[in-house]
């Protein structure tokens, strides 16, 4: 579940509050399209949005869609023989970014993959979600720490760091209330005033760079300090939920630069206009990864 409905919503949160008008209406009005039989009235808004994802992916048969399997060793177990996934939350992400950027789909793809994006981009800040432990009780992984068994709060590893650790609850429940998003609101907060947005040019990023970033995070982090079978202690717990609110501030961040990437609604400014042998040029500061048309005439009126 990633960081289940809370973070997820706290993810999209930060994103929404640093998209700029033009960009919140472009969204705004994508999440409003009709899906048919896959609509949700508890997901209507760019925030709740983020859960619908998760709601939908047994029936859409998108589980695998959530995570990436990037494995490595606790024991000196060979990962050589580890399986590759049919698909995973990196070309999920690449999926939507395609579609997005492509005016021409169908506006209920648009939709789709919106929703679709505000949740992959939650998902793939949890190190667990971009890992898979191998070690001699689990050859084959321990599918991202849900077979890393605990006592306590929570019944396995992966539980664990869905719930930050102990940051986020399941105080949050359907149909969503004035109550949900007080907590939503006060959860924002704590992020943000630990990790304010920093402003800065988005580009189209290759999310492989992310998971290897949460790959990195589950060796380092996740898997130290805690031994199979055992309780997590409070010293422990307490980097599970610093790491969280690190994590969920970089994913609404993250996400804030995407969107307004993709929907950049002005065109860019002209650095240059130049004739060399006959042949003009123009010059223009550009975005990574941006598309960009240029419009001419062969008789200028």
Known sequence: ?????????????????HLDAAVKAKCDAL???NLGTFSSNS???????????DDFKSPLGTGIWHYIDLPFSLDGTTTNNFPVDAFDVVRAINQCVAILQDPTQPLT?????????????????QPL???????????????????????????????????????????????????????????VAAVEAAYPYPVSIGSIPDPMTWAQEGWGLAKTVSYVGI???????ASYLSTAQSTTIQRM???????????????????????SATITNN?????????TGRIYRVQWKQQPT
């Open 249 to 271: 501030a970089i994913g609404g961040q993250r996400l804030a630069k995407l969107l307004a990437t993709i929907y950049v609604t002005n065109a860019p400014p002209l650095i």
């Open 129 to 187: 979600h971009c890992s898979d432990a191998v070690y001699k009780a689990s050859p084959q992984g321990d599918a991202g720490g849900n077979d890393f068994r605990i006592t306590g709060s929570w019944n396995n590893l992966h539980s664990l760091w869905d719930a930050g650790g102990g940051f986020l609850g399941d105080s949050v429940t359907r149909p969503f209330t004035a109550a949900s998003y007080a907590i939503i609101t006060s959860k």
């Open 43 to 53: 997901t209507s808004n760019f925030v709740t949005a983020a859960c619908w994802a």
């Open 31 to 33: 999440i409003a399209v």
């Open 109 to 125: 793809s648009q939709a789709t993959a919106l929703r679709y994006l505000i949740h992959f981009v939650g998902d793939i800040e």
């Open 279 to 287: 042949n003009f040029g123009l010059s223009w500061g550009a975005v």
């Open 227 to 233: 031994t199979n079978g055992t309780s997590p202690t």
């Open 1 to 17: 579940l990633g960081w289940g409905a809370e973070g997820h919503m706290v993810v999209a949160q930060i994103a929404y509050n």
